[in-house]
């Protein structure tokens, strides 16, 4: 066996048992009871019956909505909360300094609506995230009124019309300080499709739904879209003062908010986002954006990342195509057969994403390509943070 093979060999088993572990064990506390992270089981509306709810209308829900330039999806939005069957509903819109008509919409929309109210949000402090900033005014203007409980929502997403109302229940009966829900993205185009599945895959590999919902782990994770939470959490110290300079406001939320209780997340098709990724450079601009903070800003860590990445979705592929050329020998069949099986067990993996989202099976095959972008994505947000200074997020630099 020559010393070239002997490498790629012990490569494959490396990627194999990786994907192993990622198929059946990565997640899980409980191999017997707990789900595994990929299979998308975890679904708010498989939780709570949609019989299940609350007969009366005591307990008060603010809105919070952080908006910078957001004309084609606030009004939305808006419709949507204004439509619950659910009624004792307030909404904050915080304006964070719009240039397009998002303010004149709230506007508009507030003489059908009284129970809107518009804040023309402060200039940004130095230090401060500007959607932070956006989130700590609206619950200081919150903590005013005394609610019992806030949705932090973006202003893309819309909720079905028995949502608020089961998710109040949900709250009250499993005894939880916060239900995050992570909303639907679009999964129309091309670029969409490709894209959009692996981002929700990765995010569940990063932050498997199992751990989070427990109460013994310290995993903790929401999806910034829709973060339902008890308002006394708020009451003496606005937690927003306390992650005022992260990108990645939702997770680090998150992680407060279960130091005081039990928290939850899942996924949902209640909750969808209408804001659409036509091309390759917006899906890039919005992974980007976040995706070095995510590894703390760390060049060992984004070398260990891309490592990682590489090794498991990209060898397989360039392990199988190599073989074509080896001789047919035992070790050509190892090699073929183990990467040959980590294939497989990629495809595997994605497939109940993909059926979540209704995207056709034959992307699946295309998720060392999605992986090959991701990398790229992670990358470039290293390099502008370190040459440019930060990215550019709706005309911030961070």
């Not at 307990?59 to 910078?68: G, L, T, Y």
């Not at 518009?118 to 203007?141: E, F, M, N, R, Y």
């Not at 980007?288 to 397989?316: D, N």
């Not at 190892?334 to 995207?359: A, D, Q």
């Amino acid at each position: 066996m020559s010393k070239v093979v002997e490498f790629l060999l012990n490569i494959s088993y490396l990627v194999f048992a990786s994907w192993v572990y990622l198929i059946f064990i990565h997640g899980r506390h409980e191999l017997i009871n707990d789900d595994l992270f990929w299979s998308n089981k975890i679904i708010f509306e498989e939780k709570v019956p949609g019989n299940q709810r609350i007969d009366n209308n005591s307990d008060s829900v603010c809105v919070i909505i952080p908006a910078r330039n957001e004309e084609k999806t606030i009004k939305k939005t808006l419709d949507s909360i204004k439509n619950q069957n659910y009624k004792n509903i307030n909404v904050i819109v915080v304006d964070d300094h719009s240039s397009d008509k998002t303010s004149e919409i709230v506007k508009m929309f507030k003489k059908s609506f009284k129970k809107v109210e518009l804040i023309t949000g402060k200039d940004l402090p130095s230090g401060w995230v500007g959607k932070t900033w956006a989130l700590k005014q609206g619950v200081d203007a919150a903590n005013k009124k005394k609610f019992d409980y806030y949705l932090f929502l973006d202003s893309d997403i819309s909720l079905s019309q028995d949502l608020l109302n089961n998710v109040i229940c949900f709250i009250k009966t499993q005894n939880y300080i916060m239900i995050s829900l992570m909303a639907k993205l679009n999964c129309d185009t091309f670029w969409e499709k490709l894209l959009i599945p692996p981002f929700i895959f990765f995010f569940q590999k990063m932050y498997p739904f199992n751990l989070v919902n427990k109460k013994t782990s310290s995993f903790a994770a929401a999806a910034g879209g829709f973060i339902f939470c008890k308002a006394s959490v708020f009451n003496n110290d606005n937690l927003y003062n306390k992650i005022k300079n992260k990108l990645i406001d939702d997770c680090n939320i998150a992680k407060l908010l279960k130091q005081t209780g039990n928290i939850w997340l899942g996924l949902t098709k209640k909750v969808e986002s209408g804001r659409s990724y036509n091309d390759l450079k917006s899906i890039w601009r919005m992974v980007s954006r976040t995706a070095f903070e995510q590894l703390k800003h760390s060049f060992l860590l984004l070398f260990i990342c891309v490592l990682g990445l590489a090794l498991i979705y990209l060898t397989p592929i360039f392990i199988l195509v190599l073989s074509i050329f080896l001789k047919f020998d035992k070790e050509f069949f190892h090699l073929f057969f183990l990467n040959f099986s980590s294939f497989g067990m990629m495809l595997i993996i994605i497939m109940p994403t993909l059926n979540f989202y209704k995207v056709e099976k034959v992307f699946a095959l295309a998720l060392p390509l999605s992986a090959t972008l991701y990398i790229c994505m992670t990358v470039t947000s290293a390099l502008n943070y370190k040459l440019l200074n930060g990215n550019i997020w709706k005309g911030r630099k961070y």
